[in-house]
């Protein structure tokens, strides 16, 4: 009777063991945000074929579920995948293989970086990147002259923080055939006393481009390669490439394919009658890890070189109003290209009057037309009476950083009653219903716990200005979290796939060193992503 006993509960335990589902991976003593609807919290996680099978608030849900791998997050907070709703994936990797400007606090520190550069890495073109004329005592666009002494014979093509103007020597001019007579409309030719300085801004920058050598295909590999090392290094699992041509996106989906490269890729299409004629009408193209479902447009320029297009003149530089790179007149006809189609239009506005023309447009052309979520990109300058254009589903995309790195000046530029419409983050999400946040890196850092505190606290690593830039539009820690996560994936069209934490979604997510939504402000820069997964598969 006895035996009887010990084999029927011995039974029963065999029973309960063959009951429980076999999962690839367990996770539990964990603190789980997840971002769901609730903006609930959890303890534990399962993970099979690379998707999230189950969430529990228990401490462990290893009563239901058997893995070989198990990880005991010892109490470490988890968040969904990180999402970078604006940036430049492929330049940051290329941006690694040229002279690094960012920083420098003098045009002379930028000739001596350029310098050594060249001596340690000898080539027939010198390019590089970073350079900030407002970081400088003297806040002007730097004379080429010292460039074409040192470098008389190679051209040199070095691109401003922003992206948005290339201080070039003489050589590169010549090979572009730009010289005093030259205009391009969308841009300028910086001229002093009627005399080109070197400095492009916008759209003459494409003459120099046109001359360059470009990247061959072991380099541009290492690029994306190099950029993914960098993203996955701070939890970003999913990136919005801000512009990208049919050979780009074609090398990303081939290193996907053979599994050279694991980071899922929002991929928006650079505007070029080559790209619109392919992609318009081939439709959108979407795998696991590759999405092609929006046309990335130039409105204006930039604040920093001036090349924001402004309704009034600059209030630094008499007469000035910036420039609208694609012009107001074929904005509407591409736009109501796009409109015919699937495709998402997002266009790049700084100033308030190229951020009133897009709005416009976009209210024009959508009209009738649901849950099309065309965004603008930066949203950067908006009229107090054009904000409620974002009450018609139109998407504001922002950069928190931008602020930061900006509010040294940018009143100087925009004058008391401008900057109030300015890095308007708040407002905008009143407006629209949503914010979908990124970096623009590598005009910003890639680091998106930068972004956290920017959009949280509106100061700088110095904790300037005490009391933070304009904090009526800070965002709270939630709301940043959203924007970070399942907001900047509703944007995409994939919120029913990533963003939260939610059983069926895609297991990206990310263990961090402490709680970003309880750790004291000033230590949001300092967090580290410390376990990182796709798929539910570490790739740090």
């Not at 630094?316 to 998402?344: C, N, S, W």
Request: negative net charge; charged residues 25%; hydrophobic residues 40%.
């Amino acid at each position: 009777m006895k035996q009887s006993i010990t084999f029927l509960l011995l039974s029963l335990f065999l029973l309960g063991c063959d009951s429980k589902e076999e999962v690839d991976l367990i996770v539990y003593n964990a603190n789980i945000y997840t971002v769901d609807s609730g903006f609930s919290k959890a303890s534990s996680l399962a993970i099979k074929d690379g998707k999230f099978v189950a969430i529990s608030e228990k401490v462990n849900i290893g009563e239901s579920f058997s893995a070989d791998q198990k990880i005991d997050a010892g109490g470490k907070t988890i968040v969904p995948g990180l999402i970078d709703a604006h940036c430049h994936f492929y330049g940051l990797g290329l941006n690694q293989q040229v002279v690094d400007l960012v920083g420098t606090k003098s045009y002379d520190e930028v000739l001596q970086r350029v310098a050594d550069f060249h001596e340690k890495n000898p080539s027939n073109v010198i390019l590089g990147r970073g350079w900030d004329q407002n970081d400088w005592e003297v806040k002007e666009f730097p004379f080429n002259e010292a460039l074409n002494k040192m470098f008389p014979d190679i051209p040199v093509v070095l691109e401003r923080v922003d992206g948005h103007a290339y201080l070039v020597n003489h050589k590169a001019l010549k090979m572009a055939g730009i010289d005093n007579s030259t205009y391009v409309q969308g841009g300028e030719i910086v001229k002093e006393n009627g005399q080109i300085i070197g400095v492009l801004v916008d759209a003459p920058m494409a003459m120099v481009d046109a001359v360059m050598p470009q990247p061959n295909r072991v380099s541009q590999i290492q690029a994306l390669q190099e950029a993914e090392k960098l993203c996955f290094e701070y939890g970003l699992t999913t990136v919005n490439d801000a512009g990208l041509h049919r050979s780009t996106i074609e090398l990303i989906d081939s290193l996907h394919q053979v599994g050279d490269l694991s980071i899922r890729v929002y991929a928006m299409v650079s505007n070029t009658p080559e790209n619109l004629d392919y992609y318009l009408n081939k439709g959108i193209i979407k795998t696991d890890r590759l999405n092609v479902r929006s046309i990335k447009v130039y409105g204006d320029g930039a604040l920093g070189s001036r090349g924001a297009a402004l309704k009034a003149p600059y209030s630094d530089k008499e007469g000035h109003f910036g420039a609208m790179i694609t012009p107001v007149d074929q904005i509407e006809g591409l736009a109501e290209r796009i409109a015919a189609t699937d495709y998402q239009m997002n266009t790049h506005a700084i100033g308030d009057s190229a951020n009133v023309v897009i709005l416009r447009t976009y209210q024009k052309v959508l009209e009738g037309k649901a849950d099309r979520r065309w965004k603008v990109e930066h949203a950067q300058v908006v009229s107090e009476k054009d904000f409620d254009y974002f009450k018609s589903g139109i998407i504001p995309s922002v950069q928190p950083t931008h602020a930061t790195s900006d509010m040294y000046w940018a009143e100087d530029r925009l004058g008391p009653e401008r900057i109030k419409g300015a890095y308007a983050f708040k407002k905008l999400l009143e407006k629209s219903g949503t914010v979908a946040l990124g970096t623009d890196f590598p005009v910003e850092q890639v680091s998106p716990f930068l972004t956290f505190y920017a959009s949280v606290a509106r100061k700088d690593l110095d904790n300037y200005p005490e009391g933070g830039f304009q904090m009526v539009d800070a965002l709270s820690r939630e709301e940043t979290l959203k924007g970070m996560t399942i907001w900047a994936a509703h944007s995409n069209f994939e919120e029913d796939e990533k963003g939260s934490i939610e059983v069926g979604k895609m297991a990206d997510f990310v263990i961090l060193s402490e709680d970003i939504m309880t750790v004291p402000e000033q230590d949001i820069p300092d967090l580290k992503a410390e376990q990182v997964f796709v798929g539910g598969k570490q790739v740090k």
